[in-house]
T-cell receptor, first 111, second 113 residues
């Protein structure tokens, strides 16, 4: 089984809709991250959490919110989706002293 | 703020050619360095990492990277590429025991059979 899972894997939604992307991990890591990937821009950090009570904004948090429901679960929400939020979204985890482990990604299209 | 640059946006090579992908970062202190690979349609996977010690690091699938502190560089190399190396490659940097990773924009590698 995969260490980091994301649901859904693909989603098409309309402008103005609320959508939630979910991430679960079995690695036992405290740190979890949400990134978006756009062609030519690499990965940009949206939000990160170092434990259940710790939530921090990344470089592009506007238009997004997160919830850390448990050590193993970290959800990303788009309260009112807009077309320029069309991207590939990755969840990642880390122990803090080692590399990050990535989920399979969610391809989100906002029409 | 720390930044990571990768020299090439898209590299096209024939099979058996040698590969070198450049990566430079801006942070002047102690860093941890990573190269990730993303095969088409897949998630990022770690190729190799440098924390300390020998600046020449060997990773999976025949890849290696050299950390040159004076040049703030961590270039990725492979002596002979294969068609299956076609992927996007990302360099990432983290300040030593720091908060977050900073990723470069990525280099797309296309290997022609």
């Amino acid at each position: 089984d995969a260490d980091v899972t994301q649901t859904p894997r693909n989603r098409i939604t309309k402008t103005g809709k609320r959508i939630m992307l979910e991430c679960s991990q079995t690695k036992g890591h405290d740190r979890m991250y949400w990134y978006r990937q756009d062609p030519g821009l690499g990965l940009r950090l949206i939000y990160y959490s170092f434990d259940v009570k710790d939530i921090n904004k990344g470089e592009i948090s506007d238009g997004y919110s997160v919830s850390r429901q448990a050590q193993a679960k970290f959800s990303l929400s788009l309260e009112s989706a807009i077309p320029n939020q069309t991207a590939l979204y990755f969840c990642a985890t880390s122990s803090g002293v080692d590399e990050q482990y990535f989920g399979p990604g969610t391809r989100l299209t906002v029409t | 703020a720390q930044s990571v640059s990768q020299h090439n946006h898209h590299v096209i090579l024939s099979e058996a050619a040698s590969l070198e992908l450049g990566c430079n970062y801006s942070y002047g202190g102690t860093v941890n360095l990573f190269w990730y690979v993303q095969y088409p349609g897949q998630h990022l996977q770690l190729l190799l990492k440098y924390f300390s010690g020998d600046p020449l690091v060997k990773g999976i699938k025949g890849f290696e990277a050299e950390f040159i502190k004076s040049k703030f560089s961590f270039n990725l190399r492979k002596p002979s590429v294969q068609w299956s190396d076609t992927a996007e490659y990302f360099c990432a940097v983290r300040e030593f025991y720091g908060q977050n990773f900073v990723f470069g924009p990525g280099t797309r590698l296309s290997v022609l059979p």
